[in-house]
């Protein structure tokens, strides 16, 4: 059964850095776009980072951009959120997903997800 497991989460004083990891199993993770997106309290769910399987294109939120990095180690099943100059809006839960077609921002397009992990940021 295909998983994806998130960790690395934590709490940070603004203008921090944490680095989020976003484990594979039971799929060819060398052949998933992969993504992050999070979700404060009280708000849906938020498109942040994604790495396209085919050539490690990457996409960023403006929210994020120049800011976050999302990257890949397909050898290790795993998919990074390198997350500097924290804001404490951007405390939020952010999960991991995985698709195996072509998709940008749109959740319901990613087939598997994780349970979360918690970043919060203090002003």
């Known amino acids: 059964q295909a998983q994806v497991a998130e960790s690395g989460g934590g709490l940070v004083q603004a203008g921090g850095s944490l680095r989020l990891s976003c484990a594979a199993s039971?799929?060819?993770?060398?052949?998933?776009?992969m993504a992050w997106f999070r979700q404060a309290p009280g708000k849906e769910r938020e498109f942040v980072a994604r790495?396209?399987?085919?050539?490690?294109?990457?996409y960023y939120s403006d929210s994020v951009k120049g800011r976050f990095t999302i990257s890949r180690d397909n050898a290790k099943n795993t998919v990074y959120l390198q997350l500097n100059s924290l804001k404490p809006e951007d405390t939020a839960v952010y999960y991991c997903?995985?698709?195996?077609?072509?998709?940008?921002?749109?959740?319901?397009?990613?087939?598997?997800w994780g349970q979360g992990t918690q970043v919060t940021v203090s002003s």
């Open positions: 997903a995985a698709a195996s077609i072509a998709t940008m921002t749109d959740p319901r397009q990613y087939d598997y």
């Open positions: 790495i396209r399987w085919t050539d490690d294109y990457t």
């Open positions: 039971g799929l060819t993770f060398s052949r998933h776009h």
